[in-house]
């Protein structure tokens, strides 16, 4: 039996608007989603011929195939959920905790120095003082400036003041503790 000129109609039970109206505009038409593929069970069942029902096996496959496509269909949305979680979440707090080690070490960059004779460019070192990110870039504030990731060209070693000023006061703090308990181990005896 010939479908194709049958006229179609939208069930009121399964949504409460019109179907026949597209309100998204982004989506592809020529692809069936499951609402049209419903639409299309329906309508197949509605106007089947009473004297030759559809077989119930080809009616099964047909609700596995629905089955099917919805699921795929959920599989898709939490795959894009997944994947802007970790593009707005987790890629960046990746980013700034790895360009939060580079506070105190010493990098090299290029610089652009605009003269008389024109617009040079040189190699510059400086102390990485700390570190913004904008607009997903990473810039290391270097003597006041911000320099962008890219004009990096070397990095060196960290600098260890800060773990030689933690030393010098545990070296404090033990010959302190030192000084207490030979004087402490002299009022015992």
């Known amino acids: 039996m010939d479908i194709s000129g049958l006229p179609t109609q939208t069930v009121p039970w399964l949504t409460g608007e019109d179907n026949s109206k597209s309100t998204d505009t982004g989506k592809d038409n020529n692809m069936l989603g499951k609402d049209a593929f419903l639409e299309l069970l329906i309508t197949q069942l509605q106007y089947q011929d009473p004297m030759s029902p559809m077989d119930d096996k080809e009616f099964i496959a047909q609700m596995a195939s629905f089955s099917s496509l919805e699921q795929m269909q959920n599989l898709n949305t939490g795959f894009q959920d997944l994947s802007a979680n970790i593009v707005d979440n987790l890629v960046p707090s990746m980013m700034l905790q790895q360009s939060g080690n580079m506070i105190g070490r010493e990098v090299s960059y290029m610089k652009t120095i605009s003269g008389e004779e024109g617009e040079s460019v040189e190699v510059v070192k400086g102390q990485v003082e700390s570190v913004i990110i904008k607009e997903g870039t990473p810039y290391y504030v270097v003597d006041g400036q911000e320099i962008s990731i890219n004009k ?20 404090r703090l033990e010959q302190m503790s030192n000084s207490l308990n030979s004087g402490t181990g002299d009022m015992d005896e």
């Open 152 to 171: 990096m060209i070397g990095i060196g070693e960290q600098n260890n003041f800060q773990n030689q000023v933690l030393l010098d006061i545990l070296y």
